[in-house]
């Protein structure tokens, strides 16, 4: 019985893994034709995303993208009491960090740009049902902080949750957070 259950499971990680590949090899299977791929957008999905909360894959993919580690005393700032690891890169739109916790959540910091431009970029490339795949979406308000929760799902059972918070303060140094966690 449990050697059937992980096959399924590996069956179920194989089946997503190469449809995440091919939707970010293609050119938007999932996004809308017209809507043209944020460089966030791209990070979260090539490094949270396609690493399933694995830290080398994390690492890996960072580095690929050109992100560099930072030094332990900065990505403290960003990791707060958890542990794990950061990484910082500087664009034309903008710093990221990525943050690696040891619980396997991978986060995307994003300190310019319009939250509802990101935002709407990133619903774009969540799961059609054409591909066996839903989605349910949460949303919380906390004072100045809004945080959507984008559960996908397959045959009811949750696979895993996309966050996305961002804060209607004026001029504040962080406009959202993109987070990825394994179910």
Not at 45 to 63: D, F, M, T
Not at 97 to 121: A, P
Request: charged share 20%; net charge positive; glycine share 4%.
């Amino acid at each position: 019985m449990i050697k059937r259950v992980l096959i399924m499971k590996f069956s179920e990680f194989k089946i997503f893994s190469f449809i995440l590949a091919t939707t970010l090899n293609c050119s938007c299977i999932y996004a809308n034709e017209t809507v043209k791929s944020l460089y966030s957008t791209k990070a979260f999905l090539n490094i949270c995303v396609s690493s399933r909360g694995n830290p080398e894959l994390i690492n890996k993919q960072a580095k690929n993208m050109g992100f560099i580690q930072m030094p332990n005393e900065y990505a403290a700032h960003f990791l707060k009491d958890y542990n794990g690891h950061a990484w910082m890169i500087s664009s034309s739109e903008g710093k990221f960090v990525i943050t690696q916790l040891d619980n396997g959540v991978c986060s995307l910091f994003i300190n310019k740009g319009s939250s509802t431009e990101i935002q709407k970029n990133l619903e774009s490339w969540l799961p059609p049902e054409s591909t066996g795949l839903t989605y349910k979406k949460e949303v919380y308000k906390d004072k100045n902080l809004t945080t959507t929760n984008y559960i996908i799902s397959k045959n009811g059972k949750a696979l895993e949750t996309w966050i996305y918070t961002s804060s209607s303060e004026k001029n504040d140094s962080l406009v959202a957070v993109i987070s990825h966690q394994m179910n």
